[in-house]
């Protein structure tokens, strides 16, 4: 259980952690406008564009998992393959956020798809 709280601790912190890419863009833009944040992340291009999709599918991504979370914590699902599943979650969207920081397309949806088969899975181990 354990492996699973820390899990998700770091699942809750990743979107605002893929925030300070993204603020170091705004900054490099001109200065970062914290009156009109979100008018200035739409200007940006190339990294910083970038920076701000990782920074917002970091918390559309934290939606399925924090499901996923409930989920295994209501049906007392808690074992090690879901344990792994977290760890596989966390690996997953760390390396996609790398992978959009540094313009890995094919790759970073690759990344996607196993941080989404992940908690899908491990509701699936929920089921009788």
């Not at 998700?8 to 979107?15: F, S």
């Not at 990782?54 to 914590?73: C, D, G, K, R």
Request: aromatic share 12%.
């Amino acid at each position: 259980m354990e492996t699973l709280i820390i899990c998700a601790m770091i699942a809750a912190l990743l979107p605002y952690l893929a925030k300070a890419p993204l603020a170091f863009a705004m900054n490099k833009e001109s200065r970062y406008d914290n009156n009109y944040p979100r008018e200035q992340q739409a200007r940006l291009t190339g990294f910083g564009a970038r920076a701000s999709a990782a920074h917002y599918n970091s918390f559309e991504s934290l939606i399925i998992f924090s499901l996923a979370i409930a989920l295994v914590l209501a049906t007392h699902s808690v074992d090690k393959t879901v344990e792994r599943l977290a760890m596989i979650y966390v690996a997953a969207r760390v390396t996609y956020c790398l992978m959009y920081y540094f313009d890995q397309d094919k790759l970073r949806s690759l990344v996607w798809f196993v941080g989404l088969a992940a908690p899908l899975a491990m509701m699936w181990q929920c089921l009788p």
